[in-house]
């Protein structure tokens, strides 16, 4: 089994900064393409970035410039740094991985359970 839990999240005034951070747990052979999608209220999820194995990097439009997705791969952790932040920025943020557990020669696609931010004007 695996699990992605993510953390960073919390209350920020518009203009402000916050750092999500998401760790993948338990027996892990590799961790493929890591991604953040959001859920805004009454709104589908949506990818907002995603960071490949080999560091190749996809951001939505809608945060291009402002929000960077990075990762460590020893610590199977990706980050995604948010800066000047837009009360549209407001949903839950989820982490998500394309994860071979040591038992599988495949990737499973996993979720995390989420985390709140919330930008204020």
């Known amino acids: 089994q695996v699990q992605l839990e993510e953390s960073g999240g919390g209350l920020v005034q518009a203009g402000g900064s916050l750092r999500l951070s998401c760790v993948a747990s338990?027996?892990?052979?590799?961790?493929?393409?890591m991604s953040w999608y959001r859920q805004a209220p009454g709104k589908e999820r949506e990818l907002v970035a995603n960071?490949?194995?080999?560091?190749?990097?996809y951001y939505a439009n809608s945060v291009k410039g402002r929000f960077t997705i990075s990762r460590e791969n020893a610590q199977n952790t990706v980050y995604l740094q948010m800066n000047n932040l837009k009360p549209e920025d407001t949903a839950v943020y989820y982490c998500?991985?394309?994860?071979?557990?040591?038992?599988?020669?495949?990737?499973?696609?996993?979720w995390g359970q989420g985390t709140q931010v919330t930008v204020s004007s």
């Open positions: 960071i490949r194995g080999n560091g190749d990097t």
């Open positions: 998500n991985a394309d994860i071979i557990q040591r038992s599988s020669l495949y990737a499973k696609n996993s």
């Open positions: 338990g027996s892990i052979s590799r961790v493929n393409t």
